[in-house]
């Protein structure tokens, strides 16, 4: 048993860096771009209206303050590690040098059910804002092809179309290229930030104060779906901060990017640290003007909206009698979420290189496309799967499973980094936490309490899928792993080729 605590050599990462056959191809700014293309997306266009209504109500500003708070002690730790660490795999890489291999399996796995979570969740959205741009135009898909059979209320059979639709065209642009992606991304980035830029500044005009009170309304029974549910005051604050904690995945995605940033050790910290602090401040603006654009028992799916959950922001406007405003906002949400999904599935190919790289998993994820450089067969699978659970699934069972996949992975990398710093106090970091024990027991604790208050359900099936991915390394991984095989280590003293020179073109 002693061999699944076994860690990965640092110099077994120097290998990997050194043989990676990913381009680097990333700088600052354009990581930053794929932190900030990841964070703003199903947080401000969808999530805020489910937060407001089945959580806080207009006090869904300060679950967004919580959850800003717990990313931040997150992102601190997250730097840390990547300027030690600067190679594809986040968190689950971190962990493999510094806990052992076992911690390591359980991370990637939970960083698995984040981001193919996230990736259906964030399709789902895309689908909810295509069909009301499609309408805007007099365009009308059958319910049976927007709606997954969870929702749908007529008879036979019924997918969402839309959302199976948009996660093809996203891998095909990925199997591309890094470069060509980052590129889509940068110009959607500008273009979303505008978007909110202008819902916050135009929605200032629109805000009746007494939709704000008051602000913390009294703690009440919610129907959703078939089930009742606690709702508004401090707990509901608490639980909205859990609910939309998906959110926030972004900067845990510029992690992942490493193996392709020009200069990891320096440009990953600030991209992760940058992008998180640009989209809370924006998270925080838009929920206090949403709420106060329109009063959130007004985003009740059996109400006198009930589109209004779907596309929270662009409804806001029309309600306010500034249906023009819609035309920008859901045009911009619209193209805006295809970039969060970008995201989010190349972070997850990047998850299964690092893994696959370590005999792990199969190697058909570690391997590149000789010409395009990209894990173009990852991609191509990933695509079929969170396609089709996309087009069958309800958005709120995804939303809440990709909450406890980053609250997890999250909690992990705090209690890591302080493993780390104890065991190994004079290794180089370009990048240091302040206050490391005060920082990663708050960034542990608040972490951990967020996940006690996500939904049960959500609890269960997560716990479910930790527990299958421990039979899943106890009957495969542990055999395949690169580590526990004879003459492995000799290889970590070979010399390599230098580094590829950086693409700067």
């Known amino acids: 048993m002693s061999k699944i605590w076994t860690k990965k050599p640092m110099s077994a990462f120097e290998n990997d860096m050194k043989s990676s056959q990913l381009k680097r191809v990333l700088g600052k700014w354009s990581l930053t771009a794929i932190g900030i293309g990841a964070i703003i997306g199903g947080g401000i266009f969808v999530l805020t209206g489910t937060g407001a209504y089945y959580h806080a109500g207009p006090a869904l500003a300060l679950s967004f303050v919580i959850a800003g708070i717990a990313c931040v002690f ?19 890489a971190y962990a493999y040098g510094t806990v052992g291999e076992i911690f390591a399996w359980i991370i ?3 960083l698995i059910l984040e981001y193919a979570m996230g990736s259906m969740t964030v399709a789902v959205s895309w689908s909810g804002y295509f069909n009301k741009l499609l309408k805007m135009f007099g365009l009308h898909l059958p319910d049976y092809l927007t709606s997954d059979p969870a929702s749908y209320t007529g008879e036979g059979f019924s997918m969402n179309l839309p959302a199976f639709v948009i996660v093809l065209v996203v891998i095909s642009i990925l199997i591309k290229g890094t470069k060509e992606a980052a590129k889509a991304n940068n110009l959607i980035v500008i273009m979303k930030v505008s978007a909110v830029l202008f819902v916050i500044i135009a929605g200032v005009f629109f805000i009746n104060a007494d939709n704000w009170n008051p602000f913390i309304p009294a703690a009440t029974m919610v129907k959703e779906g078939e089930n009742m549910k606690e709702a508004y005051g401090i707990q509901g604050i608490i639980s909205g901060a859990a609910a939309i904690f998906f959110a926030y995945v972004g900067f845990d995605a510029v992690s992942t990017q490493a193996g392709e940033a020009i200069n990891p050790k320096k440009d990953v910290p600030f991209a992760i640290i940058a992008s998180l602090l640009v989209c ?17 028992s007004d985003f009740n799916p059996q109400g006198k909206y009930p589109d209004a959950i779907k596309a929270p922001v662009a409804y806001a406007f029309e309600i306010a009698g500034q249906g023009w405003a819609g035309y920008i906002i859901t045009i911009a949400a619209t193209v805006g979420l295809v970039s969060v999904l970008m995201v989010m599935i190349m972070g997850q190919s990047r998850i299964f290189l690092g893994m696959s790289k370590d005999g792990l998993i199969p190697k058909m994820f570690s391997d590149v496309h000789p010409i395009r450089k990209t894990p173009a067969k990852s991609l191509m699978l990933l695509g079929i799967v969170i396609a089709t659970v996309a087009a069958f699934t309800p958005i709120s069972k995804l939303a809440d499973m990709t909450s406890f996949g980053t609250l997890f992975a999250f909690t992990m990398v705090c209690v890591a980094v302080w493993i780390l710093r104890k065991k190994e106090p004079n290794m180089p970091r370009t990048f240091k936490v302040p206050a490391l024990p005060v920082i990663a027991t708050l ?7 967020l996940i006690w208050n996500l939904s049960h359900e959500a609890k269960y099936l997560s716990l479910g899928w930790l527990a299958l991915g421990v039979i899943i390394y106890f009957t495969y991984s542990l055999k395949n792993s690169k580590l526990h095989k004879v003459g492995y280590g000799e290889t970590f003293k070979a010399e390599q080729e230098p580094l590829e020179k950086p693409d700067l073109d």
């Open 280 to 296: 809370t401040g924006l998270y925080i603006l838009v929920s206090l003007v949403l709420t106060g654009m329109m009063h959130y």
């Open 108 to 110: 990637g796995w939970g």
């Open 74 to 92: 997150a992102a601190l730790c997250y730097s840390e590690f990547a300027s030690i660490l600067p190679v594809e795999g986040s968190a689950y």
């Open 443 to 449: 960034g542990i604790c608040i972490n951990v309490y």
